[in-house]
């Protein structure tokens, strides 16, 4: 069955970096887009990174443009996310989720991971 | 970004019940607005996709439509496991953009 399994979050100062990864397991990772969306503590949901499955293409959204990339390695089934200039208000669970490649715009996000806790506070 | 707007934002209802959640968005996203489910502590569960696509595995009793720039997702006769947070998410244009939620409660 689909696993996505999410590691590497944890408390960072505000500043400081981190990467996020998940392993997917149970389907041909290199045929599916993927992405992060992260969910702050009782808030809603915001996908911050998308990647297509030949990592051609890639999105953000204006709250971590230029802060945080995307990437993944088809090789290994991984999908990653570095992130960079961490602020107090990039605390949250983020979620790793898959995107079924129909094409645009039928996009939706399939499986998700468990989610892993990222804390930003000095 | 094209802006999701959910309502209610709650909503209390009883075992049994029919509850329409409406989710309505800034622009024109066709029919491509997907809906999920939030149990606390778990995941978010994909439950329709393109407005009214059933996925795999979610009961019948939940179904989605509309179109342009308003959209409902209905659940008809309510089951104890109904009970959680529901958003839905625009895929028409990228940063694909969810509404802020809707708590469905136990009344």
């Known amino acids: 069955q689909v696993q996505l399994v999410e590691s590497g979050g944890g408390l960072v100062n505000p500043g400081g970096s981190l990467r996020l990864s998940c392993a997917a397991s149970?389907?041909?990772?290199?045929?599916?887009?993927m992405s992060w969306i992260r969910q702050a503590p009782g808030k809603g949901l915001e996908c911050i990174a998308y990647?297509?499955?030949?990592?051609?293409?890639?999105n953000y959204p204006d709250s971590v443009k230029g802060r945080f990339t995307i990437s993944r390695d088809n090789a290994k089934k991984s999908l990653h996310l570095q992130m960079n200039s961490l602020r107090v208000e990039d605390t949250a669970v983020y979620y790793c989720?898959?995107?079924?490649?129909?094409?645009?715009?039928?996009?939706?996000?399939?499986?998700w991971g468990q989610g892993t806790l990222v804390t930003v506070s000095s | 970004d094209i802006q999701m707007t959910q309502s209610p934002s709650s909503l209390s209802a009883s075992v049994g019940d029919r509850v329409i959640i409406t989710c309505r968005a800034s622009?024109?996203?066709?029919?491509?607005l997907n809906w999920y489910q939030q149990i606390p502590g778990k995941a978010p569960k994909l439950l329709i996709y393109a407005t009214s696509a059933l996925h795999s595995g979610v009961p019948s009793r939940f179904s989605g439509s509309g179109s342009g720039t308003q959209f409902t997702l209905t659940i008809t006769s309510l089951q104890p496991e109904d009970f959680a947070t529901y958003f839905c998410?625009?895929?028409?244009?990228?940063?694909?953009?969810f509404g802020q939620g809707t708590k469905l409660e136990i009344k």
């Open positions: 149970g389907f041909t990772f290199s045929e599916y887009s």
């Open positions: 989720a898959r995107v079924p490649d129909y094409g645009d715009p039928l996009r939706y996000f399939d499986n």
């Open positions: 622009r024109n996203v066709v029919s491509y």
């Open positions: 998410q625009q895929s028409y244009n990228a940063p694909y953009t």
């Open positions: 990647i297509s499955s030949s990592s051609g293409y890639t």
